[in-house]
Each structure stands twice: as structure tokens, then as C-alpha cells.
């Protein structure tokens, strides 16, 4: 079936002047980033101070019918987190009182102007530098190639570096947290439609993305997949389509429906995993996770996100979706009970989520200890 991801949402695009200046230009062709710098991103599996959330749906983006699921699946997510690690959940005043309700005692909410709930894109990526001091990256979240009002989810960044005591750590990229796959040893796995699309970066090579990132998250080798596009929100980001397991270790996901426009394309990628080595020469092993071949029907619609990799690991647990086919999701959970001894694997129903072509992983960002 076909399984795309965040689809072009209502009430778009209104980008502040600034951000599309510096999205759009401001010397980029020239492009003299910052130099120096001893960041390093560490692996979503390494241990976590915090989950960072946003309770952040509103009915003129998801519309009538959605919001109430889309809240009770972010409640569910978060409270799923919440019995693993402390979860920090972003939240408008006027949303207050239902996300008190929905997500219970153990979620702590934190007052905050959102425009949406993708807090793995507008949120800071997480660092650390050699002392173990933390960084937040801010990658000047611009509505995915604005595509979608973002003014108070471009503030999002420095408003959680501040709230987490992290050194906020600007850069002249933009892009989004859930374009780039790290395994904390100096590998990432990103998508080139996403990063070095002219919507973001215009001008910017991929040596100069490399280079940047290096100073930016440690990264000394990228797996540069092709990504497609155009055909979602995000331009293909590389967390629907592979994640690390452990160093040298990748689960990738595979469109089994030849209709699908990610069919072609995740079959490419697994050729292209397979051929590459990390940043310490090893030979990656790769895992294929085939999406499901249906779907509950009751929110199904041609934006839905179907796939399995958009988990999301925390402290002790991997929290992953399942979507009602049985033998799809029995397999999803086999594959990630052996891929991750020790944490509780954990499937939950997020339909609302996905009808808006997003996943768990999507929801979330992680805070390193």
C-alpha cells in the first residue's frame, strides 16, 4: 500500500521574512560556516535525561475529526515514554487543561506558543561535547521548505536548548531532526532530498553540508540516500526510511505495494545500505522491515504514514506502531524484540498520527543524560 508521510496541511504558508532570508539566501552560495567546535550527536539509544514532546494539534491544520485521536494518540505516546523516562510535553494555555487530562500526572507540560506537534523537526537536535557539557543545534526550522506556517515552531529550538541549561548552537543549515540518522560513532544516514534541497539550502554542496555537520554532530562519514521529492512535507526525511540499530547495524524499511512511489525508491536505498561502510569501516548489516499491506480503515486516507520504522527508542523501551495488520505487525515486533534485548518493545495504535503522515518518532526528541 502506498505509505507517505506528513502531507501539505491547511492554513499554509506564511514564513516570517527573516527565516525565508536566511533560508533563501543571505550569502549561502559563498557559505562560510562557523569552524571549530567538539559536538557529537549520540545515538537515540544511548541514555536519555528526557523526552521532549508538543501537545500541539489544532483544528485548522488536522480538522474536526482528527484532533480528538491525534491528542489521545500524543497522550498515549507520552505516557508510554513516560513509564521509561521523564517526558516534557509542550502545551498552549488555552490546551492546558485537556492535555492535564489526557496525559495524566506523569507527563510534565510546559507552557509554550506551538504552531503544530512535530517536535523531532522544530525541536534543537541534542549534543554533547568532549566534557559531556550538552548542546541544542538549532537547524532554523523553516516549515519544511515552507510549506506550512512555522513562526512560533521556529522558536521552539532555543526555547528547549534554554528550558534544558543547553548551549545553543546556531548554524546557517536548515533542515529538520528527522533528516538526519546518527549511530553516535561518527556515522549518519540522510536523505539528499530532504537536506540539499533548493527549499532549504540553495547553493549548498554536499561537501559544505558534510563539513558543517561534522563541526555540528561529530558525523565523519554520511550514507548520502536519494530520498524522493515532493511527494510529502518533508521531501522524504530519513527517519520513515532507515534508523540505526547499533553501530553498524540498520533496520530499513521496504514499500512492499509496487503502486507506491516509495517502492522504487526503498528498494534503492537498501542497495545502497548494503554497499556501505560507517565511519569505522565496517560493512553495514542491514535488516529489512517491510511496511504493512493494510490498514484499519476507519482514518486511512492517501497521506496516512504505514511505515514501521518511525519507532521511537527510550530509556529501557522502544515505543513502535502497528496498524491492524496482524502478520505485518507480529513481524514488526519480532524484528524489534531481536534488534533491541533488553527494552520492552511497545505497539501502540496511532492512527490519528499517522493520517496526518507523521509517526512516533516524528512526535518526539530525545535529550541525552
Same mark, same amino acid.
Given at each position: 500500500?502506498?505509505?507517505?508521510?506528513?502531507?501539505?496541511?491547511?492554513?499554509?504558508?506564511?514564513?516570517?521574512?527573516?527565516?525565508?532570508?536566511?533560508?533563501?539566501?543571505?550569502?549561502?552560495?559563498?557559505?562560510?560556516?562557523?569552524?571549530?567546535?567538539?559536538?557529537?550527536?549520540?545515538?537515540?539509544?544511548?541514555?536519555?535525561?528526557?523526552?521532549?514532546?508538543?501537545?500541539?494539534?489544532?483544528?485548522?491544520?488536522?480538522?474536526?475529526?482528527?484532533?480528538?485521536?491525534?491528542?489521545?494518540?500524543?497522550?498515549?505516546?507520552?505516557?508510554?515514554?513516560?513509564?521509561?523516562?521523564?517526558?516534557?510535553?509542550?502545551?498552549?494555555?488555552?490546551?492546558?487543561?485537556?492535555?492535564?487530562?489526557?496525559?495524566?500526572?506523569?507527563?510534565?507540560?510546559?507552557?509554550?506558543?506551538?504552531?503544530?506537534?512535530?517536535?523531532?523537526?522544530?525541536?534543537?537536535?541534542?549534543?554533547?561535547?568532549?566534557?559531556?557539557?550538552p548542546g541544542a543545534v538549532g537547524f532554523n526550522f523553516n516549515g519544511w521548505g515552507n510549506k506550512q506556517e512555522h513562526e512560533q515552531?521556529?522558536?521552539?529550538?532555543?526555547?528547549v536548548a534554554q528550558r534544558a541549561s543547553a548551549q545553543f548552537v546556531g548554524t546557517r543549515l536548515v533542515l529538520e531532526g528527522g533528516?538526519?540518522?546518527?549511530?553516535?560513532?561518527?556515522?549518519?544516514?540522510?536523505?539528499?532530498?530532504?537536506?540539499?534541497?533548493?527549499?532549504?539550502?540553495?547553493?549548498?554542496?554536499?561537501?559544505?553540508?558534510?563539513?558543517?555537520?561534522?563541526?555540528?554532530?561529530?558525523?565523519? *562519514?554520511? @550514507?548520502? /540516500? &536519494? %530520498?524522493?521529492?515532493?511527494?510529502?512535507?518533508?521531501?522524504?526525511?530519513?527517519? =520513515?526510511? +532507515?534508523?540505526?540499530?547499533?553501530?553498524?547495524?540498520?533496520?530499513?524499511?521496504?514499500?512492499?505495494?509496487?503502486?507506491?512511489?516509495?517502492?522504487?525508491?526503498?528498494?534503492?536505498?537498501?542497495?545502497?545500505?548494503?554497499?556501505?561502510?560507517?565511519?569505522?569501516?565496517?560493512?553495514? *548489516?542491514? @535488516?529489512? /522491515? &517491510? %511496511?504493512?499491506?493494510?490498514?484499519?480503515?476507519?482514518?486511512?486516507?492517501?497521506? =496516512?504514514? +504505514?511505515?514501521?520504522?518511525?519507532?521511537?527508542?527510550?530509556?529501557?523501551?522502544?515505543?513502535?506502531?502497528?496498524?491492524?495488520?496482524?502478520?505485518?505487525?507480529?513481524?514488526?515486533?519480532?524484528?524489534?524484540?531481536?534488534?533491541?534485548?533488553?527494552?520492552e518493545v511497545i505497539q501502540l495504535n496511532i492512527d490519528g498520527v499517522a493520517a496526518g503522515g507523521g509517526g512516533i518518532h516524528c512526535?518526539?526528541?530525545?535529550?541525552?543524560?
Open positions: 500500500m502506498t505509505t507517505r508521510r506528513r502531507f501539505l496541511k491547511r492554513g499554509l504558508v506564511a514564513s516570517s521574512g527573516a527565516l525565508l532570508a536566511n533560508a533563501l539566501g543571505g550569502g549561502f552560495g559563498a557559505l562560510a560556516f562557523a569552524q571549530g567546535g567538539n559536538w557529537r550527536m549520540p545515538d537515540e539509544g544511548a541514555q536519555h535525561a528526557a523526552t521532549w514532546m508538543a501537545f500541539g494539534a489544532s483544528e485548522d491544520i488536522w480538522g474536526g475529526k482528527l484532533l480528538p485521536v491525534v491528542r489521545e494518540n500524543l497522550a498515549g505516546i507520552a505516557k508510554a515514554i513516560a513509564a521509561h523516562e521523564p517526558v516534557k510535553m509542550l502545551v498552549r494555555e488555552e490546551d492546558h487543561d485537556i492535555a492535564a487530562r489526557l496525559c495524566g500526572a506523569s507527563v510534565e507540560l510546559v507552557p509554550q506558543a506551538i504552531d503544530d506537534l512535530w517536535m523531532r523537526d522544530t525541536g534543537p537536535v541534542f549534543v554533547k561535547n568532549a566534557s559531556g557539557q515552531d521556529a522558536e521552539i529550538a532555543a526555547f533528516g538526519i540518522e546518527v549511530d553516535g560513532e561518527g556515522t549518519a544516514i540522510i536523505t539528499e532530498s530532504c537536506v540539499l534541497n533548493a527549499n532549504r539550502n540553495p547553493g549548498v554542496s554536499r561537501a559544505q553540508c558534510e563539513a558543517e555537520l561534522a563541526r555540528l554532530l561529530g558525523v565523519t *562519514k554520511i @550514507v548520502w /540516500l &536519494p %530520498g524522493i521529492k515532493g511527494k510529502d512535507i518533508t521531501d522524504g526525511h530519513t527517519d =520513515f526510511y +532507515a534508523r540505526f540499530v547499533s553501530p553498524g547495524v540498520v533496520v530499513a524499511g521496504l514499500d512492499p505495494d509496487p503502486a507506491s512511489y516509495d517502492h522504487a525508491v526503498t528498494k534503492r536505498h537498501l542497495e545502497i545500505l548494503r554497499k556501505s561502510t560507517d565511519a569505522k569501516g565496517r560493512a553495514l *548489516k542491514v @535488516v529489512v /522491515l &517491510p %511496511g504493512p499491506t493494510s490498514v484499519r480503515h476507519r482514518y486511512e486516507n492517501d497521506q =496516512f504514514a +504505514a511505515g514501521y520504522i518511525n519507532f521511537y527508542v527510550c530509556n529501557r523501551a522502544v515505543i513502535a506502531p502497528q496498524f491492524g495488520d496482524g502478520k505485518a505487525d507480529r513481524n514488526t515486533r519480532d524484528v524489534l524484540v531481536d534488534l533491541f534485548p533488553g527494552r512526535t518526539t526528541q530525545q535529550q541525552p543524560a
